[in-house]
């Protein structure tokens, strides 16, 4: 032992050696003074650390070396942080004893911030940075984001809101709420009176209302005038429930490319100027599938904000109430 209370190195890489030889479930405890913590066999040649909690953890890792995995046992939960690739030891090791070290005092109510704080760490240290995403991506995400959190406000819980919020899935509509309606989000510039509209079936409405979501926002330079892509993200994290929503959010993040590990999202602050609706319904200035000559696709045009007066509606309708019977 190296540090009290702290396996070696070399003591971790002896037992992955030995565990991996074993059956799933075996394995060691490893010294923490207030936590229940093992280094196990997972099968298929991986190992981790176990790590058991009183009530359920919410954790997810972009980490490639490592996955955490969360379940339910007796009366209790555990957090597994397992190798995601066979015989990782020579990665792996460092790893796991590392985030020993940083357990070996830590209670139930500290634990699992060691545990997110050591991700992020041997993520910033050795996972391949990702790029930030471009200004209108950022403003996007916020426009989506803030529209999200409304319709969790006007009733839907999050087991049916977050799967509601296809943008990620590149859907012809940013959100779709089946058998009620359906949103198109659009961000843009406190002062553009212009939509760039994608293509042809952005606008068409299919079998539920439809409305137009325009968002309008900017980037600012002082943090007091403006919110972060990650404090709008835990906005959303505060209305969900432990019924795998967070996880679920999660993954949508990551597939529009945000990372909720990247401190340098914290320095963008972005200020909500305003949200308009407008329903989309016969009249309305847009091009639909119908309009266009058999071999002509994919048109990508611009509205005009001044032009949709006429089809403004003060709100989303109530998420609950509009569910059509």
Not at 20 to 31: A, C, E, N, P
Not at 126 to 142: K, P, T
Not at 151 to 156: M, Y
Not at 229 to 252: A, T
Request: proline share 5%; glycine share 6%.
């Amino acid at each position: 032992m190296s540090e009290v209370g702290t396996p070696t190195l070399d003591w971790f890489v002896d037992q992955a050696v030995e565990l991996r030889r074993t059956d799933v479930g075996v394995g060691k405890r490893v010294d923490a003074e207030f936590i229940d913590l093992r280094f196990q066999s997972f099968g298929s040649k991986r190992v981790g650390l176990r790590v058991a909690f009183e009530s359920r953890p919410r954790i997810t890792t972009t980490l490639q070396l490592v996955r955490c995995d969360v379940r339910k046992v007796g009366k209790g939960w555990v957090l597994d942080v397992v190798e995601r690739e066979p015989d990782a030891s020579a990665q792996s090791a460092p790893f796991f004893r590392d985030l020993a070290r940083r357990l070996w005092r830590a209670n139930q109510d500290s634990a699992l911030v060691h545990v997110e704080s050591t991700l992020r760490a041997w993520n910033k240290a050795f996972a391949a940075r990702r790029d930030l995403m471009s200004d209108d991506e950022i403003l996007g995400l916020f426009g989506e984001l803030e529209i999200l959190g409304v319709i969790l406000d006007r009733g839907l819980a999050g087991p049916e809101a977050i799967p509601s919020w296809t943008g990620p899935e590149r859907a012809d509509h940013d959100f779709s709420l089946p058998g009620r309606f359906q949103v198109e989000c659009k961000a843009t510039s406190p002062h553009s009176e212009r939509l760039h509209i994608s293509n042809e079936h952005q606008l068409e409405a299919k079998d539920v209302p439809l409305y137009l979501a325009c968002v309008r926002s900017s980037q600012v330079v002082d943090s007091r005038y403006g919110t972060t892509l990650p404090e709008m993200v835990e906005r959303i994290e505060s209305k969900l429930l432990d019924d795998g929503s967070v996880q679920l959010f999660h993954q949508k993040l990551e597939a529009v490319g945000f990372d909720r590990s990247d401190s340098r999202y914290e320095d963008i602050p972005i200020q909500l100027t305003s949200v308009k609706y407008y329903e989309v319904r016969d009249g309305m200035p847009r091009i639909v599938p119908g309009d266009l000559r058999s071999g002509v696709s994919h048109i990508s045009y611009q509205v005009l904000t001044n032009d949709l007066a006429a089809f403004s509606v003060p709100e989303l309708p109530d998420a609950l109430i509009s569910k059509r019977t």
